[in-house]
């Protein structure tokens, strides 16, 4: 039976997974174009979404770039994450590629570290969510 159990929960999936966590002024800016980033234009661009500037999406300042966006036009734009860090949970909308980990604004680190965001950077837990959960 142990061997039985073991195996199961081998075989579950997880979706929850251990990423970095930083911060970069420029998503804190609200009248940054969409222009300048990954998920601009294209079949899966913010901006045929009608979005122009960062400030213009639901969910600014709770913004990010992520490694989960490839380049441009990534099907993974516009995609809502939900960050975990101790007790603590946000949801980020994916505008541009990182190459490591999310880069979000320093509002959005500060409410996820309880008003840390001056560490840098956190180990977190990220799980892809609905998009309406960022507000798309």
Known sequence: MKLFSTIALALIPSYALAVSVG????????????????????EHGLETKGYTTYGSLPSFPY???????????????????????????ITVLTVDHAD??????????????NGQASVGSVEANATQVDASACGL
Do not use: K, P
């Not at 911060?23 to 294209?42: M, P």
């Not at 966006?69 to 995609?79: D, I, L, Q, R």
């Not at 490591?100 to 570290?113: H, I, K, P, R, Y």
């Open 23 to 42: 911060w970069d002024s420029g998503y804190g800016a609200s009248d940054n174009s969409l222009n300048n980033v990954a998920c601009s234009n294209g």
């Open 63 to 89: 913004i990010a770039s992520s490694d989960v966006v490839e380049g441009w036009n990534s099907a993974n734009c516009g995609t809502c994450w939900l960050l975990t860090y101790n007790d603590r949970n």
């Open 100 to 113: 490591v980990g999310f880069f979000t604004s320093e509002a959005a680190l500060n409410d996820l570290t």
